[in-house]
């Protein structure tokens, strides 16, 4: 039986730190990010803490409107709702600095585009954006 842990005290910790830890799978090798006990690739229960590169790809994107924008992400505008893959594997659906309804055709064209994760400065806590890479 493993034993558990505050799995999110430690992802914050870590992020004051300047680190994003994911998971990766003892068993496969599969990744989880944000960090979830169990591999959804194989099942295992044998996940160990391990520094994501941040470097992946957005593979669609929608654009917030005053409904669907929640009003304590104002701080991180503008932004769009994104599906990121990352260079690790797994995939979340993701606040994506750098595309927005002013550029939303123009980068609709060009996805995927390449997107690299940052930590910021929220209020009272950090947490996890991506941002688009030029290249
Ligand atoms: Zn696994």
Same mark, same amino acid.
């Given at each position: 039986? /493993?034993? #558990?842990?505050? *799995?999110?005290?430690?992802?914050?910790?870590?992020?004051? @730190?300047?680190?994003? +830890?994911?998971?990766? !799978?003892?068993?496969?090798?599969?990744?989880?990010?944000?960090?979830?006990?169990?591999?959804?690739?194989?099942?295992?229960?044998?996940?160990?803490?391990?520094?994501?590169?941040?470097?992946? /790809?957005? #593979?669609?994107? *929608?654009?917030?409107?005053?409904?669907?924008?929640?009003? @304590?992400?104002?701080? +991180?505008?503008?932004? !769009?709702?994104?599906?990121?893959?990352?260079?690790?594997?797994?995939?979340?659906?993701?606040?994506?600095?750098?595309?927005?309804?002013?550029?939303?055709?123009?980068?609709?064209?060009?996805?995927?585009?390449?997107?690299?994760?940052?930590?910021?400065?929220?209020?009272?806590?950090?947490?996890?954006?991506?941002?688009?890479?030029?290249?």
């Amino acid at each position: 039986m /493993r034993k #558990l842990e505050p *799995v999110v005290k430690k992802w914050y910790d870590a992020l004051d @730190e300047d680190k994003m +830890l994911g998971f990766k !799978c003892q068993r496969c090798g599969a990744w989880e990010f944000p960090p979830v006990y169990c591999c959804n690739n194989c099942s295992g229960t044998d996940m160990q803490w391990a520094e994501i590169s941040g470097k992946g /790809r957005l #593979l669609d994107f *929608v654009c917030t409107s005053p409904i669907s924008d929640h009003p @304590e992400n104002t701080d +991180l505008k503008p932004y !769009c709702l994104g599906s990121v893959e990352l260079a690790e594997g797994p995939s979340l659906y993701a606040i994506v600095q750098g595309v927005s309804k002013k550029n939303k055709k123009e980068m609709n064209a060009k996805l995927p585009i390449s997107v690299k994760a940052e930590i910021v400065q929220r209020d009272g806590f950090r947490s996890v954006v991506f941002r688009v890479v030029d290249e």
